[in-house]
């Protein structure tokens, strides 16, 4: 599992899902919580729509399809999952976990792993079948690609996600 730079993107999805969101929620998880869970959708369209603005992003899309839930998986462990537009070509991305573990710190000493921002990308088609890739997105906005994803459908997802967390 190779490290690579944020993804120089062009599409509004992208600068979303590779900067906007890692960026809000690793900085500021409890924030990022707090107006999830206020008012969602509202949240979301607005940094949607930021994500537009970006000077590298060719054309705005609709954020028809941007949705949210909020699961807790564990104890002491906060799982929000987010719908994207449906991308329909490579490369793109379905869902978005940004999951908070305030209790958690790391091996090291003043290492902490408290978030962790995954997504399930389309990588390809087979045919008419969706290639599916799990990446994690860290603090500095690099990607890791954590192999194969399953279908991409949200509870498929969100299971593999408690699987990667499992405490």
């Not at 390809?124 to 603090?139: F, H, N, Q, S």
Request: glycine share 8%; proline share 8%.
């Amino acid at each position: 599992m190779s490290m690579s730079s944020t993804v120089s993107g062009s599409t509004q999805q992208n600068v979303f899902v590779s900067e906007v969101v890692p960026s809000l929620f690793h900085t500021t998880p409890f924030d990022f919580l707090r107006y999830l869970s206020r008012d969602g959708n509202k949240f979301l369209r607005f940094y949607w729509e930021q994500a537009g603005e970006d000077p590298k992003v060719h054309g705005r899309t609709s954020a028809l399809g941007l949705n949210y839930d909020i699961r807790q998986p564990y104890p002491q462990t906060t799982v929000a999952l987010i719908q994207l537009p449906r991308p329909t070509v490579p490369p793109g991305t379905y869902f978005i976990a940004a999951v908070h573990r305030p209790l958690r710190r790391g091996m090291f000493l003043g290492v902490s792993d408290t978030t962790l921002v995954v997504s399930l990308d389309l990588a390809a088609m087979d045919g008419d079948r969706p290639v599916t890739r799990l990446r994690e997105w860290d603090k500095k906005l690099g990607s890791e690609n954590l192999g194969e994803g399953p279908r991409p459908v949200l509870d498929d997802f969100y299971q593999a996600v408690c699987k990667l967390i499992k405490p």
